[in-house]
């Protein structure tokens, strides 16, 4: 054993004061998903187990802890939408995700403004100057290593159309950190902030 290692294995406890997974594994883009109840009732949460998964089509995708409205709403509907988080955007992000009712329109609670999707029903938050406009393409419950149900869904999607805030577009190319993206880090409050500072860049070796 070397003393300088902290080996565990997460079945058996971390032994630490803190889960490090959510920390290690950081930091993460925020799914900010809106979507729509088969009955019409909006809804607005984040989701940072989030990611694209596919260049053509575009396939983003997130993990629901638990089998929240979000998700209850995508297999019902087969549509969402995307919203990137920014800086500005961070406390009302934050309120998104309320513990609320399912007929509790997160847009209202956090004082955003729902602006209408082209191709699918839920409405995009207009303050947001990135959106995806999703359709379902995949759902499943999440496993452990022995076949076992977890309490977790992955929901994977296509992107069907994209909004970006011309502002967004230097000579054309989209600028990462134009819109200060904020992503989450571990423990109860952590966040991190993409500024052009923290760029750096590498070519793959030919
Ligand atoms: C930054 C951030 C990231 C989150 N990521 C997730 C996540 O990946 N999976 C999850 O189940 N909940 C996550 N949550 C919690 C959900 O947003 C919260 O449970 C919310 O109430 C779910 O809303 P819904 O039931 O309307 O879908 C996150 C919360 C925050 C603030």
Same mark, same amino acid.
């Given at each position: 054993?070397?003393? *300088?290692?902290?080996?565990?294995? &997460?079945?058996?406890?971390?032994?630490?004061?803190?889960?490090?997974?959510?920390?290690?594994?950081?930091?993460?883009?925020?799914?900010?998903?809106? =979507?729509?109840?088969?009955?019409?009732?909006?809804?607005?949460?984040?989701? =940072?187990?989030?990611?694209?998964?596919?260049?053509?089509?575009?396939?983003?995708?997130?993990?629901?802890?638990?089998?929240? *409205?979000? $998700?209850?709403?995508?297999?019902?509907?087969?549509?969402?939408?995307?919203?990137?988080? @920014?800086?500005?955007?961070?406390?009302?992000?934050?309120?998104?995700?309320?513990?609320?009712?399912?007929?509790?329109?997160?847009?209202?609670?956090?004082?955003? @403004?729902?602006? &209408?999707?082209?191709?699918?029903?839920?409405?995009? $938050?207009?303050?947001?100057?990135?959106?995806?406009?999703?359709?379902? @393409?995949?759902?499943?419950?999440?496993?452990?290593?022995?076949?076992?149900?977890?309490?977790?869904?992955? $929901?994977?999607?296509? $992107?069907?159309?994209?909004?970006?805030?011309?502002?967004?577009?230097?000579?054309?190319?989209?600028?990462?950190?134009?819109?200060?993206?904020?992503?989450?880090?571990?423990?109860?409050?952590?966040?991190?902030?993409?500024?052009?500072?923290?760029?750096?860049?590498?070519?793959?070796?030919?």
């Amino acid at each position: 054993m070397n003393a *300088d290692i902290h080996s565990y294995e &997460p079945r058996l406890g971390h032994g630490l004061p803190h889960d490090p997974f959510n920390a290690i594994v950081g930091p993460r883009p925020i799914g900010w998903i809106s =979507s729509r109840g088969e009955g019409g009732a909006v809804n607005l949460a984040p989701y =940072s187990f989030f990611n694209g998964f596919n260049y053509t089509p575009p396939i983003v995708g997130f993990a629901s802890i638990g089998f929240k *409205d979000t $998700v209850r709403n995508v297999l019902q509907t087969r549509e969402f939408v995307w919203n990137l988080a @920014t800086r500005a955007l961070a406390e009302q992000m934050n309120a998104s995700c309320a513990a609320v009712a399912p007929e509790v329109n997160e847009f209202e609670l956090a004082g955003l @403004t729902q602006a &209408p999707s082209r191709l699918v029903g839920p409405p995009r $938050v207009a303050e947001s100057p990135v959106a995806f406009e999703c359709r379902l @393409t995949q759902s499943f419950q999440l496993q452990d290593a022995h076949g076992a149900p977890v309490d977790s869904w992955m $929901v994977l999607g296509e $992107v069907v159309a994209v909004h970006i805030d011309r502002a967004m577009l230097k000579d054309g190319v989209y600028d990462t950190a134009a819109a200060r993206p904020i992503l989450r880090g571990g423990g109860p409050a952590d966040y991190f902030e993409i500024s052009p500072e923290t760029r750096f860049r590498m070519f793959r070796p030919r």
